[in-house]
């Protein structure tokens, strides 16, 4: 049995998420990064006897388009899959039903599903600091109830996850970060940026129609020349405040 960790995780939450989870899981594994824009996702091969733990985060309620276009590379051939979604304390939606037939579209079978809070990407007063220690051990539970269920089972139902079809409709959010007089064009945000946003050769512009604001930008950007519209974030903070604050919990579907 091999363990795959696959996550689309452009600013770390769900990486975190997925981290926590997967090193109760198993001691080994081998971890395949969805947000890397040079990679043939093709190439990987699955079988039965494997278990992919799949972490994406909910952007509006949805799988990010750009994870959805490289998971579809991907070839099951009846490996399991546990589904993680990490969301910033607002709701996850139609993800966990979108991430689940995409898998199963590609030959997957889903075993598990986990949603976790992680620290709101974009406005980070929002779950600050989660998943913490106390989500760290309940994810480690989590872990162990899921490993459990694959050794004592030899057949699954068909996984019943929360969702609507049609899916919710998102078109983003106008939130796009741009660079500052500071920017000094090194091109790391170009060549870290999931959906080529950032021109290589002009680094200081982004592409605002390819951009997803998934914010990897600023948080690789060594010299903080990128940012957001301050008027913008703030009245977007105060529309987003009363569906994001509170303490939610992390759930397991099993």
Not at 111 to 140: C, N, W, Y
């Amino acid at each position: 049995m091999a363990v795959y960790e696959i996550v689309f995780s452009p600013t770390g939450g769900t990486k975190k998420v997925s981290a926590f989870f997967t090193k109760s899981f198993c001691q080994d594994s081998t971890y395949i990064d969805l947000s890397r824009k040079d990679i043939d996702f093709s190439a990987f091969l699955f079988n039965s006897e494997d278990i992919c733990i799949v972490s994406v985060p909910s952007y509006g309620g949805r799988v990010p388009d750009i994870a959805v276009s490289r998971l579809m590379q991907l070839n099951g051939n009846n490996a399991k899959a546990v589904l993680i979604v990490a969301y910033g304390n607002r709701a996850y939606e139609d993800t966990f039903l979108e991430l689940q037939d995409v898998m199963e579209n590609r030959g997957f079978i889903c075993i598990a599903a986990i949603a976790a809070v992680a620290e709101h990407s974009i406005m980070r007063q929002f779950a600050t600091g989660r998943p913490d220690s106390q989500d760290e051990k309940e994810l480690a539970s989590f872990a162990a109830r899921v490993r459990s269920k694959i050794e004592q089972e030899g057949i699954h139902e068909s996984l019943k996850l929360p969702g609507n079809r049609p899916y919710r409709i998102y078109n983003g959010v106008p939130l796009k970060p741009n660079a500052g007089k500071s920017c000094q064009k090194c091109g790391v945000c170009a060549s870290e940026c999931p959906a080529g946003a950032i021109p290589d050769d002009n680094p200081s512009v982004t592409d605002t129609g390819k951009c997803i604001s998934c914010m990897r930008c600023i948080s690789v950007c060594t010299q903080n020349a990128r940012s957001l519209n301050k008027a913008m974030l703030a009245a977007s903070s105060i529309k987003l405040k009363k569906a994001c604050s509170g303490h939610k919990n992390n759930e397991l579907f099993i």
